[in-house]
């Protein structure tokens, strides 16, 4: 009997070192100075809902985090930190934003019992005190599903935490040793039962988790809509893909939310069609609909409308011609005539805080681009998505998006300010929408989607497995098999799931034309070559190379004949330059090359070889194809900006001299300086 007891215990202990060696060691920064906002993740940890999701976590307490500084450089690290001292974080693009939480109060788990009423009377959304869960760029793209499914332990752990109230506050005294000590700052207990708050939109694209109660109607809101029978809608009938309207039907990311709240509601959402957003907003201030279905607040609006929490936030961009720098604020452009939607809130919003601002309304964002691309307006300003999804369908090759700023518009339900039920209403409505359904409506609408399907449903029953695995094993003569077949299931898995990684990560970082770094990537790259050079590690130098009369073979081949010269010339770059080298499509017929530890006599014969490399190439339209290039060295004092705009004067000068021809900054600024003659061949030849 000795022998069986000792046997067990030792099959267990190895089957307790082998599952604790298949799981991933992640480091979870707690705020020592908010101990409360730990209850989650200390729970996920205490039920074992990291270890089902394949982490082993381990917690750190320092009484100051910043996240911008050493707690990210281990790529295996989360950080919770309030939501105003990340703010400033992200600006660092190394970091990024997976879940923001509602902030508890010690009381929710010290009197665990609160009212309905107080537990939803409430309907603000997060503020600079909520909680933030942020990880390193590096770790969220190499490792999105593990990513995912920290979060999804996460949220599992704060749903267990707010129903067991007592067995949480035990396990928070454990970790949090000075939480008698110390008293948090009260906030309202009406925030105590709302659901963890869904991720920025504009971070990382992960599912956040199902915590969300529903609608509460009292029974006065429930009289109110079996009475009022319909809800007269008014929408922006031009602003794909938020919504349009379609032969009278509403379309779009706002029509599926709407769905949703009739079927959670029970009562029909009635569009009234109008022309435009003008109109739209026209009607409402009439009554004729009673809300209006995606609009921000303002000052003017407030006039004649209450507003509901944001069903979504989305970034404002600025869309310019190819050739146009990028801009980061809004304050470098102050004296560019800017195109805004007509009666778009943000351009009441950009006119009141900046006085000198010279914008021009625009009737539909069509328009506007159309007026960027005669040169009637610098640029246009509009809404991320909409602004991408008109030019990958009208624009491409043609316009570019040259600016994110960091103001968010608010999209809300704009309810007419006469009916107090019916934001309360819709109020509760948009709180009970779930955080999957965010995810799912983006993916339905957003080109790039990212899905759940590839990962193996059994991966979730592993635990369950490996306990029915450990019977069989005392059993005796089932155990190889057992072992052998779900080790070569998981490693199949695991295999499966990291080449849909490569694959994710190559379509995020490879033009699709020509199979080169795009822009994104080569930005990525141009950020850590600047860093390296204001450390003092290395020098660096940039080539951009121009197809030579591209236009022309466009219009007289064809554009598919253009597609395939563009893929030729790829090829080459990539046979001609190796590492560290890096190459990519710049934008239309430009190409980029960066060279790291090389100066511009360097860059210049590598350019040389491959101007002389395309001359000797054969092209099916039997022509030949030639190259400029711009050479430039980056400089101390200097930037991004100031590069390239070097690079593209010494870029035009060789297209303006002949073409066919390497062109460097140095050469074109003495060449202004001493005045040379303008003809290349000529002052080569002298």
């Given at each position: 009997?000795?022998?069986?007891?000792?046997?067990?215990?030792?099959?267990?202990?190895?089957?307790?070192?082998?599952?604790?060696?298949?799981?991933?060691?992640?480091?979870?920064?707690?705020?020592?100075?908010?101990?409360?906002?730990?209850?989650?993740?200390?729970?996920?940890?205490?039920?074992?809902?990291?270890?089902?999701?394949?982490?082993?976590?381990?917690?750190?307490?320092?009484?100051?985090?910043?996240?911008?500084?050493?707690?990210?450089?281990?790529?295996?690290?989360?950080?919770?930190?309030?939501?105003?001292?990340?703010?400033?974080?992200?600006?660092?693009?190394?970091?990024?934003?997976?879940?923001?939480?509602?902030?508890?109060?010690?009381?929710?788990?010290?009197?665990?019992?609160?009212?309905?009423?107080?537990?939803?009377?409430?309907?603000?959304?997060?503020?600079?005190?909520?909680?933030?869960?942020?990880?390193?760029?590096?770790?969220?793209?190499?490792?999105?599903?593990?990513?995912?499914?920290?979060?999804?332990?996460?949220?599992?752990?704060?749903?267990?935490?707010?129903?067991?109230?007592?067995?949480?506050?035990?396990?928070?005294?454990?970790?949090?040793?000075?939480?008698?000590?110390?008293?948090?700052?009260?906030?309202?207990?009406?925030?105590?039962?709302?659901?963890?708050?869904?991720?920025?939109?504009?971070?990382?694209?992960?599912?956040?988790?199902?915590?969300?109660?529903?609608?509460?109607?009292?029974?006065?809101?429930?009289?109110?809509?079996?009475?009022?029978?319909?809800?007269?809608?008014?929408?922006?009938?031009?602003?794909?893909?938020?919504?349009?309207?379609?032969?009278?039907?509403?379309?779009?990311?706002?029509?599926?939310?709407?769905?949703?709240?009739?079927?959670?509601?029970?009562?029909?959402?009635?569009?009234?069609?109008?022309?435009?957003?003008?109109?739209?907003?026209?009607?409402?201030?009439?009554?004729?609909?009673?809300?209006?279905?995606?609009?921000?607040?303002?000052?003017?609006?407030?006039?004649?409308?209450n507003f509901t929490p944001p069903v979504i936030s989305v970034p404002l961009v600025l869309t310019t011609q190819m050739d146009k720098p990028f801009v980061n604020s809004i304050e470098q452009i102050l004296d560019k005539k800017l195109g805004v939607g007509s009666g778009y809130s943000y351009g009441e919003h950009l006119r009141s805080h900046y006085k000198n601002i010279h914008l021009v309304d625009t009737n539909t964002l069509k328009s506007g681009f159309d007026q960027v691309i005669s040169g009637a307006l610098y640029g246009q300003l509009g809404a991320l998505a909409a602004s991408a999804y008109l030019l990958?369908?009208?624009?491409?090759?043609?316009?570019?998006?040259?600016?994110?700023?960091?103001?968010?518009?608010?999209?809300?339900?704009?309810?007419?300010?006469?009916?107090?039920?019916?934001?309360?209403?819709?109020?509760?409505?948009?709180?009970?929408?779930?955080?999957?359904?965010?995810?799912?409506?983006?993916?339905?609408?957003?080109?790039?989607?990212?899905?759940?399907?590839?990962?193996?449903?059994?991966?979730?029953?592993?635990?369950?497995?490996?306990?029915?695995?450990?019977?069989?094993?005392?059993?005796?003569?089932?155990?190889?098999?057992?072992?052998?077949?779900?080790?070569?299931?998981l490693e199949a898995a695991n295999s499966k799931i990291q080449t849909q990684n490569r694959i994710l990560q190559n379509l995020s970082t490879t033009d699709a034309l020509t199979q080169v770094y795009n822009r994104l990537k080569l930005d990525l790259i141009l950020a850590d070559n600047l860093a390296l050079f204001e450390a003092g590690q290395q020098t660096f130098s940039i080539i951009l190379l121009d197809v030579d009369h591209f236009k022309q073979v466009n219009d007289h081949f064809g554009h598919i004949v253009g597609d395939k010269i563009l893929v030729k010339i790829s090829q080459i770059l990539q046979q001609?330059?190796?590492?560290?080298?890096?190459?990519?499509?710049?934008?239309?017929?430009?190409?980029?090359?960066?060279?790291?530890?090389?100066?511009?006599?360097?860059?210049?014969?590598?350019?040389?070889?491959?101007?002389?490399?395309?001359?000797?190439?054969?092209?099916?339209?039997?022509?030949?194809?030639?190259?400029?290039?711009?050479?430039?060295?980056?400089?101390?004092?200097?930037?991004?900006?100031?590069?390239?705009?070097?690079?593209?004067?010494?870029?035009?000068?060789?297209?303006?001299?002949?073409?066919?021809?390497?062109?460097?900054?140095?050469?074109?600024?003495?060449?202004?300086?001493?005045?040379?003659?303008?003809?290349?061949?000529?002052?080569?030849?002298?």
């Amino acid at each position: 009997m000795k022998n069986w007891i000792l046997l067990l215990l030792l099959l267990s202990s190895q089957s307790s070192l082998a599952a604790s060696a298949s799981l991933e060691e992640v480091n979870l920064q707690l705020d020592e100075k908010h101990p409360f906002q730990s209850a989650g993740f200390i729970m996920a940890k205490e039920q074992g809902f990291y270890r089902e999701a394949g982490f082993l976590v381990h917690f750190n307490l320092p009484s100051h985090a910043n996240v911008s500084q050493p707690a990210l450089d281990n790529p295996t690290h989360f950080v919770l930190r309030p939501l105003g001292i990340d703010a400033e974080a992200l600006k660092d693009s190394s970091i990024v934003l997976l879940a923001n939480y509602f902030t508890y109060p010690p009381q929710t788990f010290i009197s665990p019992i609160l009212s309905k009423e107080a537990a939803t009377s409430s309907h603000e959304r997060p503020t600079d005190a909520d909680m933030v869960l942020s990880t390193s760029l590096g770790y969220a793209l190499q490792n999105p599903a593990n990513t995912l499914n920290f979060i999804k332990a996460s949220n599992k752990g704060w749903a267990y935490a707010l129903s067991h109230r007592p067995k949480t506050l035990t396990a928070l005294l454990k970790v949090h040793s000075s939480i008698i000590d110390k008293a948090e700052p009260t906030i309202p207990a009406s925030h105590a039962e709302k659901d963890i708050h869904k991720p920025s939109v504009e971070v990382i694209e992960a599912e956040v988790g199902e915590l969300s109660y529903g609608p509460l109607l009292t029974l006065k809101e429930q009289a109110y809509l079996l009475k009022k029978g319909n809800i007269t809608l008014c929408v922006d009938p031009h602003w794909m893909p938020y919504e349009s309207i379609d032969n009278g039907r509403h379309i779009g990311i706002g029509s599926e939310y709407y769905a949703f709240f009739e079927n959670k509601l029970g009562i029909p959402f009635t569009l009234v069609p109008t022309q435009s957003w003008r109109e739209s907003l026209a009607k409402g201030q009439t009554r004729a609909c009673d809300i209006l279905s995606l609009a921000s607040s303002s000052k003017e609006r407030m006039k004649h409308w209450n507003f509901t929490p944001p069903v979504i936030s989305v970034p404002l961009v600025l869309t310019t011609q190819m050739d146009k720098p990028f801009v980061n604020s809004i304050e470098q452009i102050l004296d560019k005539k800017l195109g805004v939607g007509s009666g778009y809130s943000y351009g009441e919003h950009l006119r009141s805080h900046y006085k000198n601002i010279h914008l021009v309304d625009t009737n539909t964002l069509k328009s506007g681009f159309d007026q960027v691309i005669s040169g009637a307006l610098y640029g246009q300003l509009g809404a991320l998505a909409a602004s991408a999804y008109l030019l990958q369908d009208n624009y491409t090759g043609q316009l570019k998006i040259s600016g994110k700023f960091v103001d968010k518009l608010a999209l809300n339900i704009a309810v007419r300010n006469d009916d107090q039920v019916l934001l309360s209403i819709l109020s509760k409505a948009v709180l009970s929408i779930p955080a999957s359904m965010h995810l799912q409506i983006r993916n339905n609408w957003v080109t790039v989607n990212i899905t759940e399907e590839s990962e193996p449903a059994y991966l979730w029953y592993l635990w369950p497995t490996l306990a029915l695995l450990l019977l069989l094993l005392i059993a005796g003569s089932i155990r190889l098999y057992i072992q052998k077949k779900y080790v070569f299931k998981l490693e199949a898995a695991n295999s499966k799931i990291q080449t849909q990684n490569r694959i994710l990560q190559n379509l995020s970082t490879t033009d699709a034309l020509t199979q080169v770094y795009n822009r994104l990537k080569l930005d990525l790259i141009l950020a850590d070559n600047l860093a390296l050079f204001e450390a003092g590690q290395q020098t660096f130098s940039i080539i951009l190379l121009d197809v030579d009369h591209f236009k022309q073979v466009n219009d007289h081949f064809g554009h598919i004949v253009g597609d395939k010269i563009l893929v030729k010339i790829s090829q080459i770059l990539q046979q001609t330059l190796h590492k560290p080298h890096s190459i990519g499509r710049w934008g239309g017929e430009e190409f980029l090359v960066i060279c790291p530890h090389t100066s511009e006599s360097e860059a210049q014969n590598i350019a040389d070889n491959i101007l002389c490399t395309l001359r000797a190439a054969k092209f099916e339209h039997q022509q030949p194809v030639t190259l400029s290039a711009g050479v430039v060295q980056m400089q101390p004092n200097s930037c991004l900006e100031t590069l390239f705009k070097q690079a593209d004067e010494a870029l035009y000068y060789a297209k303006s001299t002949g073409r066919d021809r390497v062109v460097s900054y140095r050469l074109y600024t003495k060449l202004k300086t001493e005045q040379l003659p303008q003809n290349m061949d000529d002052l080569l030849a002298g």
